[in-house]
């Protein structure tokens, strides 16, 4: 048996059971931990896709409200508006999609 396999086996039998404690504690440590950060990134992404589901309710509301008021000659002016902000809000939309890859 060469020295090298020599220090394993020693340090094999020697170290293994207070290694295996060490381990054991650091992932008795890290699990909680890893448990409550993958629960937080599902917490996340749901929460996310509500708001991505909101915010097209919003914008389909905001574009129904522009419609009827371009459809009523007193409130034209405010219809056109409506628009605008609809279409500001559909952009700002697209771009949280892409960045978010929705």
Same mark, same amino acid.
């Given at each position: #048996?060469? @020295?090298?396999?020599?220090? /394993?086996?020693?340090?094999?039998?020697? *170290?293994?059971?207070?290694?295996?404690?060490?381990?054991?504690? /650091? #992932?008795?440590?890290?699990?909680?931990?890893?448990?409550?950060?993958?629960? =937080? !990134?599902?917490?996340?992404? *749901? @929460?996310?896709?509500?708001?991505?589901?909101?915010? *097209? !309710?919003?914008?389909? @509301?905001?574009?129904? =409200?522009?419609?009827?008021?371009?459809?009523?000659?007193?409130? *034209?002016? =405010? !219809?056109?508006?409506?628009?605008? #902000? @609809?279409?500001?809000?559909?952009? /700002?939309?697209?771009?949280?999609?892409? #960045?978010?890859? /929705?």
């Amino acid at each position: #048996m060469s @020295a090298c396999s020599t220090a /394993i086996v020693c340090f094999s039998s020697n *170290k293994l059971p207070s290694l295996l404690s060490l381990f054991q504690s /650091i #992932m008795e440590q890290f699990n909680p931990c890893l448990r409550n950060f993958v629960a =937080m !990134g599902k917490s996340y992404e *749901k @929460a996310l896709s509500n708001v991505t589901f909101a915010a *097209k !309710g919003y914008f389909d @509301a905001l574009v129904r =409200m522009g419609e009827l008021a371009s459809d009523s000659q007193g409130s *034209k002016d =405010m !219809g056109d508006v409506l628009f605008q #902000m @609809a279409e500001v809000h559909r952009q /700002i939309q697209v771009q949280l999609e892409e #960045m978010v890859g /929705i």
